[in-house]
């Protein structure tokens, strides 16, 4: 048989050479040459005619019915459940727990769904994923394990079995034989990735490929992968924490920037359907440089504490850290918080957390990020029972955020008694909550409400 021909593309510029080079000769950038494989010339066919243009309002479609996986918080970031076809992605740092979660998964989907499923592992034997499913307590008769790393010899087995669902763990051992270099790389991956998307359009199959993350935070190997899948998630959590967190950050059949909260146990992930009792353990304690706020992720409200410290610096430019908040966002509000509210910072260190490993994309963390701060070079704890949310603009202004009685009604919720929100807040939100609403205007007023000067 002979050998497939291949390529080598630049993914900057698009230039084509038949060897690999470290540097394009076109463009001049450096390791941005992939390998592909080449069209032959000459055995490029068209099976059918140009397709025709259809009026919106005559195409017809049939509703897509979602699949539970049994457990609520993977279904809830899919935007209700599995669709059927659909190719999703699932990203994390190794050891986080995403193996973990698609067991569990797939033995739930085949408890309510029926049918078979495949789980296909490059990286651990079928020995090894058998003494897991057995520390979770995972004993299903109709889940099959694979261990294969070519690719062609993986979609042979998936098209004999016709499974309900297939799971690649990961996409970074699986390789074609049509293409020399290794696995991993570009070329390996996104001709997998490809592959693997025409079996699950073609069959119908729900299908879920594992891949890993680099050091940056990105997908390892190909970025290119998020544009090739319908859903793209990442599993968070920190090694020293218990807890982890699924985000959607791509879902073309549901909403965006959802998350799922998870508990890591030796019996496997459990679910976190309550997430703010979580993340507010402590909040009976009044504390210098804690505060709470109610922020919206997805479509759920979290009510989450934000701890700040400051303290004197002992060096000549004083240090500016923030976990979970973007630090940017961070020192343009401790710059409006000198400039405008006039707390002098300038030799100080200021140190910035979100408890809990959540990060906190919003503008309506602002107030409660500044209220926090004043909190901690004051030394003046601010009530425990009392919620902050607002957005700040450079000239102190608090301006006006999102589903204010979403949040509110969570807060009321968890028993928080006061609300320091924007002014404009007060005329939107509803009679029927039992909270007392304080509104600022500006940081001037913020500090006055909160420390009384």
């Known amino acids: 048989m002979a050998k497939n021909k291949t390529i080598y593309r630049c993914q900057a510029c698009g230039a084509v050479t038949v060897k690999w080079l470290g540097r394009c000769p076109d463009c001049g950038q450096w390791n941005t040459l992939t390998e592909e494989r080449a ?34 918080e993977l279904d809830r970031v899919l935007g209700g459940g599995v669709v059927s076809g659909s190719l999703v992605l699932i990203g994390g740092d190794p050891g986080v727990g995403k193996s973990t979660l698609l067991l569990q998964a797939i033995n739930g989907f085949l408890k309510t769904a029926g049918g078979r499923g495949l789980y296909v592992s490059g990286e651990e034997s079928a020995q090894q994923i058998k003494l897991r499913a057995e520390r979770l307590g995972i004993d299903s008769e109709n889940l099959l394990v694979l261990s294969e790393t070519v690719l062609e010899n993986l979609i042979l087995r998936a098209e004999e079995l016709s499974p309900q669902m297939l799971i690649v763990d990961s996409i970074q051992t699986v390789y074609t034989v049509e293409l020399s270099s290794a696995p991993g790389t570009v070329g390996q991956v996104r001709e997998c990735s490809y592959r693997l998307m025409n079996y699950a359009k073609k069959y119908n199959v729900p299908t879920f490929i ?60 459990k679910e976190i359907s309550n997430p703010s009792e979580l993340f507010i353990q402590n909040s009976s304690r009044d504390e210098p440089g804690t505060v709470y706020t109610a922020t919206i992720e997805g ?35 401790i710059a409006v918080l000198e400039k405008i509210g006039g707390v002098p910072l300038g030799m100080s260190d200021v140190y910035l957390n979100v408890v809990g490993g959540l990060r906190v994309l919003e503008t ?81 007023e913020a500090l006055e409400v909160s420390f009384g000067r």
């Open 39 to 72: 069209q032959e010339k000459g055995r490029v066919t068209v099976s059918s005619g140009p397709s025709e243009p259809l009026l919106l309002k005559e195409i017809q479609y049939q509703q897509d019915k979602r699949l539970t996986t049994g457990i609520g």
């Open 364 to 444: 309506a963390v602002d107030l409660p990020v500044l209220l926090s701060i004043t909190s901690s070079f004051r030394d003046v704890p601010i009530d425990s029972k009392t919620v902050v949310f607002g957005e700040v603009g450079l000239t102190g202004e608090i301006r006006l955020v999102s589903q204010i009685d979403v949040r509110l009604k969570e807060a009321q919720k968890i028993g928080f008694k006061r609300a320091v929100v924007p002014v404009e807040a007060l005329n939107r939100v509803g009679s029927s909550l039992n909270i007392e609403l304080v509104g600022v205007r500006d940081i001037s």
């Open 299 to 333: 479509t759920r409200p979290i009510i989450v504490e934000i701890q700040a410290l400051v303290s004197p610096t002992v060096f000549g430019m004083p240090r500016r850290t923030s976990i979970g908040i973007d630090y940017q966002r961070v020192n343009l509000l």
């Open 210 to 269: 594992i891949g890993h993350v680099t050091k940056e935070g990105a997908l390892a190997g190909p970025r290119v992968l998020e544009h090739i899948v319908d859903t793209v998630l990442y599993f968070e959590g920190e090694r020293s924490s218990s807890f982890r967190i699924l985000r959607a950050v791509k879902n073309r059949f549901g909403s965006t920037n959802e998350i799922g909260v998870f508990e890591m146990t030796d019996r496997g992930l």
